[in-house]
């Protein structure tokens, strides 16, 4: 399939005249006599491991006369005028292999930016968009694009050709459905115009502003300030350096109330800092005061314990004493002395005086400061005639696909759907580039980013933007069950 794909390009150049010969898909994001803003291709990876070129398709280019328009969300619709290319590309499949690998790719420049959406033209007026992104300071977007094909149109023919017309009905109207999905649209927004036009500024007033500029989109992206918090409102006979002095203060003054809203937010955190840190002293403080209490009660306990065994133990010794001195005080009489001084037999037990144990409140207590340096604080239109219809672009292929395919392999429709992103970004002008692979999280985040500045950019859809473009790309694959050398070996079939 290689080899097969490199003589397709050799057959091009020699089957068609200059002005219809195949072009490679690779586009300038620019307005009229301007440096780009980036570039937007498509490229095929070949497997024998070869650089990535951009793919040849038969192209017609006209400028939009009605605009289309698609939705960021329920309430918004965003209309866009500009440039309308249709490409058609043929691809080639030998026993279930093309050898070629499509990617989407859009760089863009320093100090650049661009908006690239991708999605399904679902009729003559409205863009579908799958998933969007913002191309800007030499970001580099991979984005692979899966193809998937349907039967042909004699295959299909084939196969509803024994259900009821009920049946077949159902399966003709879903086999449109079908076709209709197999536009894979790109539509490529510029930034710049959008934001002059927004701003009630001449055109080319901010081609050199380039710090205006990217102050301009934070506030849009980060801050979602409101555009009509920065549009000039003043006379329109002021000079454009006076319209640009007006703008920035407006930016100025954003910067400033942002600014303060950070420091007065800051302010709150520090002091919910410094109160959770008290509040986390006293706690300790509390908790030291009560192990210190039920360590003192604890050992007034044992205190008590130890007294009670000597209690007993002086007891026990003083009956062994007087039941050894009775046979020697039987022969001789004891002195009188001796007497008083040794107890009686059935006198009582000799008590002990127990030791009063300590009251709570006289106990001392550790001091704030001991407990301050154990705890560490923590860190905190209406439709006119000459608009195209591109749906319809497939159901006539459709019929000249049954009409002339008189080769016995297969013409089938190719639908594109997108897989993860690869995206190589640059945070900083001397950082190095790094590269990211965009998930299905990731490809939300940049969407909703996307339309957040779309949605200030058109005014929540009441501007239309007028410098896009839109390629509208119908693909199809010409299938071969064979490999290549069987397909014109055994079966005969120049391919």
């Not at 397709?8 to 301007?34: C, I, N, Q, T």
């Not at 209309?79 to 499949?93: D, I, N, P, T, V």
């Not at 319809?392 to 997108?418: G, Y």
Request: aromatic share 6%; with cysteine.
């Amino acid at each position: 399939p290689v080899e097969f794909a490199n003589y397709m390009e050799y057959h091009y150049r020699k089957l068609y005249r200059g002005e219809f010969e195949p072009r490679l898909f690779s586009y300038a994001v620019r307005r009229p006599d301007h440096y780009p803003e980036g570039v937007l291709s498509i490229e095929a990876e070949l497997a024998d491991g070869s650089l990535p070129q951009p793919i040849r398709t038969v192209v017609r280019r006209r400028e939009a006369a009605h605009p289309m328009r698609f939705a960021i969300n329920a309430a918004t619709d965003v209309s866009f005028f500009g440039e309308r290319y249709l490409h058609a590309w043929m691809s080639h499949q030998f026993s279930g292999q093309s050898g070629t690998q499509l990617n989407l790719v859009a760089r863009a420049r320093q100090f650049s930016s661009f908006i690239l959406l991708v999605g399904r033209i679902s009729s003559a007026e409205v863009f579908d968009p799958k998933a969007a992104i913002i191309i800007r300071n030499k970001d580099d977007l991979k984005l692979p694009l899966m193809l998937e094909t349907i039967p042909s149109a004699k295959e299909f023919k084939d196969a509803i050709a024994s259900l009821s017309p009920e049946q077949q009905r159902f399966a003709k109207a879903f086999r449109g459905m079908q076709l209709e999905s197999t536009l894979f649209g790109i539509c490529v927004i510029q930034i710049k115009p959008q934001l002059e036009k927004l701003l009630n500024l001449p055109n080319d007033g901010l081609t050199k502003e380039i710090k205006l500029t990217q102050n301009l989109m934070e506030l849009f992206i980060t801050y979602q300030i409101p555009s009509d918090l920065l549009s000039y409102d003043g006379d329109q006979a002021v000079s454009l350096a006076g319209k640009l002095t007006k703008v920035k203060g407006y930016v100025q003054a954003m910067y400033d109330m942002i600014n303060e809203c950070k420091a007065k937010e800051l302010a709150e955190k520090q002091q919910e800092a410094e109160y959770a840190r008290a509040q986390r002293i006293r706690e300790a403080e509390e908790q030291m005061s009560i192990q210190l209490v039920s360590r003192r009660r604890k050992s007034s306990r044992e205190m008590c314990e130890r007294s009670i065994v000597s209690r007993d133990c002086v007891s026990r010794s003083s009956s062994v004493v007087s039941n050894t001195s009775a046979p020697l005080m039987a022969r001789a009489p004891p002195r009188p002395a001796a007497r008083a001084a040794s107890p009686p037999s059935n006198a009582p037990t000799p008590v002990v005086a127990e030791v009063p144990q300590p009251s709570p409140s006289t106990e001392s207590t550790p001091s704030a400061d001991a407990i301050t340096g154990a705890a560490e604080p923590e860190s905190s239109e209406d439709l006119a005639d000459d608009l195209v219809d591109y749906t319809q672009v497939p159901q006539q292929l459709e019929q000249q696909f049954e009409k002339l395919d008189t080769c016995p392999a297969s013409r089938t429709a190719a639908r594109a759907a997108v897989g993860p992103a690869c995206k190589k970004a640059q945070k900083a002008l001397l950082a190095k580039p790094t590269e990211s692979v965009l998930n299905k999280e990731g490809q939300k985040e940049e969407r909703n980013q996307a339309y957040d500045l779309l949605d200030a950019l058109s005014r929540s859809g009441c501007l239309a933007v007028d410098e896009a473009s839109l390629h509208v790309v119908v693909a199809a694959t010409h299938c071969f069950d064979k490999t290549l050398v069987d397909t014109v070996v055994q079966d005969n079939v120049n391919p």
